[in-house]
């Protein structure tokens, strides 16, 4: 049954894409090496922008970059860009915008390099893109340079699946331009190991799917928060808010966005894999445990934590491989993906439509710009 859907498939694909995906990037190594040591070397800020799921990818690699050549780079969503450019650029502004769009339609996609362009001294763009015959796709310019993603990274469904990993791990891997062969063996171990969790894994969340939470919360730290942002959207949209969903960082939780755990609530916890950091998270597990009543737990993580295993419904383990930050976040998602189809179907929608009400569209539409 699950075959019989776009959003299904489109989820399952995604370790393979990623392989495509490097693949393609490899084949442009120099074109994209010589147009970012042109930008980078003159001093130019990398904006990372989007609308949505596409903005939720600057904010998961915003932190996730603090070691790369891109280090610094600011994330920014086009829907912020368009009310008040002046707030971000003036005309000493010389910005290297990464745009990312699954269509390279949606309004704000285009707005926003007008309005980048409009307000900064000095634009070039890189536009990561799904859609050959998008908008985006199709500007050209000596200031341009256009990654066109695999074709099947281009979602037929509502939800942005293969088109939001491929794109965040795109920009990963240009950001490791300079030693992008080396990158292959972590690419590979990363695709193998959600390949092997989402085949081990994809039963108890489709179990865990029909529990009867009527809202949700995903925490995360650092670039995890970024896809923590993501993950709710997922289950939102693909229930047609039917389940209400809440993100945050695990220390902020505790600071009034705690109030909506109660038995209704599904908790998901996307757990770092730095000690360091998991110390904190896993005091929060424990608080939640010992003083919230849920519907469930579910935590994700590299390996199963050594506290008592009472603290969880169910541990979803990614794999012991240490993976560079800004891949290994992407590891997670397929949860909220899987988790958001599978209770797509028991609310009795269609996953690669849910939205009955016509709230939400595949590619937004209604919006005016005004520049």
Same mark, same amino acid.
């Given at each position: 049954m ?29 074109? @994209?090496?010589? *147009?970012? !040591?042109? $930008?980078?070397?003159? +001093?130019?800020?990398?904006? =990372?922008?989007?609308?949505?799921? &596409? ?25 912020? @860009?368009?009310? *008040?450019? !002046?707030? $971000?650029?003036?005309? +000493?502004?010389?910005?290297? =915008?990464?745009?990312?769009?699954? &269509? ?36 050209? +310019? ?49 695709s ?27 925490l ?85 934590p ?14 012991k ?11 997670y ?20 439509s ?6 939400i ?11």
């Open positions: 699950a075959l019989n859907y776009h959003t299904y498939r489109e989820i399952r694909q995604q370790p393979a894409v990623w392989r495509a995906a490097y693949d393609l990037l490899l084949a442009r190594k120099g074109e @994209i090496k010589a *147009f970012i !040591d042109k $930008y980078l070397s003159a +001093g130019y800020q990398i904006v =990372l922008t989007g609308a949505g799921t &596409s903005a939720y990818i600057g904010d998961a690699l915003e932190p996730a970059l603090f070691n790369t050549r891109f280090h610094g780079a600011r994330s920014i969503a086009t829907t912020d @860009i368009l009310t *008040f450019p !002046d707030f $971000y650029f003036n005309s +000493g502004s010389k910005v290297l =915008l990464i745009s990312f769009a699954r &269509s390279g339609n949606s309004p704000e996609s285009v707005g926003a390099v007008k309005a980048v362009e409009q307000t900064a001294g000095s634009v070039a763009h890189i536009f990561i893109t799904c859609n050959a015959e998008g908008q985006l796709a199709r500007t050209k +310019g000596d200031n341009i340079l256009t990654i066109l993603l695999p074709p099947e990274t281009n979602d037929l469904s509502l939800a942005m699946t293969s088109s939001y990993s491929t794109m965040l791990l795109s920009c990963a891997l240009i950001a490791h331009i300079d030693e992008l062969e080396s990158q292959k063996e972590a690419i590979d171990t990363l193998e190991h959600v390949a092997a969790a989402m085949d081990k894994y994809e039963s108890s969340i489709k179990e865990m799917a029909a529990r009867g939470f009527k809202r949700a919360v995903f995360g730290s650092g670039s995890l928060k970024g896809v923590a942002e993501e993950s709710r959207l997922k289950l939102q949209e693909l229930t047609d808010g039917a389940v209400m969903c809440a993100f945050d960082s695990f220390l902020g939780f505790r600071h009034g966005p705690k109030a909506v755990v109660n038995s209704d609530c599904l908790v998901i916890y996307l757990l770092s894999p730095v000690p360091g950091i998991q110390r904190y998270e896993l005091d929060l597990i424990r608080q939640i445990k010992s003083g919230s009543k849920v519907n469930a737990s579910l935590i994700v993580c590299k390996e199963a050594g506290i008592d295993p009472s603290n969880w419904d169910l541990c979803i383990e990614l794999g491989d240490n993976l560079p930050g800004c891949y290994g976040a992407v590891a998602v397929f949860v909220a993906q899987l988790l958001g189809f599978y209770k797509s179907l028991d609310c009795g929608l269609n996953p690669d849910p939205s009955i009400s016509g709230n569209s595949r590619v937004v539409e209604g919006v005016t710009l005004y520049i």
